[in-house]
């Protein structure tokens, strides 16, 4: 009897690093995979989901604009129940650390249905930092019955939670698989007219900033836009800021940053060209986790807008250096990559810790050893 696989996933992280091991089920003999979308954040979701060939069973289409965590919370329960009544999977996964993921593996736990958590065992041991996260891929540790940690760190985070070493994996990041298939492709014309509109590489360097957590709302990201506007006093640099939707972020970032010479503002950035981007970039300044992965994939230094990081891995290999929200700190910081040769080819040449683009074989083989 084929095992019955259902994937459910409702930001565009999730997707991203699902749609490789989506792909790999699909692959796989005496599998029927099925794939469900929350629509948790419906626009950013949509363009992944093309661009992987991602074509979800159940779209339940949760996103409504600036909704609580305890609305979307409660629609989850409410419209994915039935789906999994109908559906009846031997396998429910999940990734990562979004509400989506939280309340599916509860739901999933109700249902009396396994569990399989992708990027399983990230921790910072402060349920405040991130905020949901934190708390949300603890709930998916506790009912999961397979995870799936990127790395040997994520293993010994499980390990010290109780967790049977029996039932961990340590796969790698699919994240590294999905980077791998998109940089491959054509640089959409937009990101190379743009590019040489801003004079990079030819006279400038490009720094990339992505900004748009929780916990950063409000004075932090304040903090964050005052650097942004000290730093692009320089003549040698650009800098490319997509601007997530949330009013959170949209207001203080164009009302402090919209006029800032060297400064360049864009909407949220499809997938495939926030790669190239990300290809072309000097640094990154980024409070995202997903960036704080694929960057080291092209040697590109990240600069972490945060007070700790569930990815120590990439502080220890020497890919990442946490500088928090403090304006003159992130100043300072970003002034010495941008001035000192030895400190930039430091974490340049570090080799990249979060996988090695196989991580979605291992997942499905994971899988399947289980159900043997």
Not at 222 to 246: S, T
Request: glycine letters at 6%; aromatic letters at 6%.
């Amino acid at each position: 009897m084929a095992l019955r696989i259902l994937t459910v996933f409702g930001t565009r992280p999730e997707a991203v690093k699902m749609a490789p091991v989506i792909g790999e089920l699909k692959r796989t003999p005496d599998v029927e995979t099925f794939v469900c979308v929350t629509a948790q954040h419906r626009q950013m979701l949509d363009q992944v989901l093309k661009l992987f060939d991602v074509r979800p069973d159940v779209d339940l289409d949760l996103m409504k604009e600036d909704q609580s965590l305890a609305e979307l919370s409660g629609q989850i329960f409410r419209e994915l129940d039935p789906v999994f009544t109908k559906i009846k999977p031997d396998w429910v996964l999940v990734q990562g650390d979004t509400t989506t993921t939280a309340i599916t593996s509860l739901l999933a736990y109700y249902h009396t249905m396994r569990v399989g958590h992708v990027e399983a065992g990230l921790r910072t041991y402060d349920k405040w930092q991130p905020f949901p996260e934190e708390i949300n891929r603890r709930i998916a540790s506790i009912t999961a019955d397979l995870h799936f940690a990127p790395t040997e760190w994520a293993r010994q985070n499980l390990v010290k939670e109780g967790i049977p070493d029996s039932s961990i994996s340590v796969t790698g990041n699919p994240v590294i698989d999905a980077l791998n298939v998109v940089a491959d492709q054509p640089e959409p014309v937009e990101v190379s007219r743009q590019l040489k509109k801003l004079g990079i590489p030819a006279t400038r360097r490009l720094i990339l900033v992505t900004a748009h957590r929780r916990e950063n709302f409000g004075q932090p990201l304040d903090n964050i836009c005052h650097a942004l506007k000290l730093i692009a006093e320089r003549d040698d640099i650009e800098i490319i800021y997509p601007v997530h939707l949330n009013p959170n972020v949209q207001e203080p970032v164009h009302r402090l940053l919209g006029n800032v010479a060297h400064i360049t503002l864009l909407p949220p950035l499809d997938y495939l060209p926030l790669i190239h981007y990300l290809k072309h970039a000097f640094l990154v300044l980024t409070d995202s986790g997903g960036i704080q992965e694929e960057s080291p994939a092209f040697g590109v230094p990240a600069l972490v807008l945060r007070n700790v990081t569930e990815r120590p891995e990439g502080l220890e290999a020497g890919v990442l250096k946490l500088v928090g929200t403090d304006t003159r700190s992130i100043q300072a910081e970003t002034n010495k990559l941008l001035d000192d040769k030895k400190a930039y080819r430091a974490m340049a040449k570090a080799v990249n810790p979060f996988g090695d683009g196989k991580a979605a074989g291992r997942i499905v083989a994971a899988l399947l050893k289980f159900r043997d």
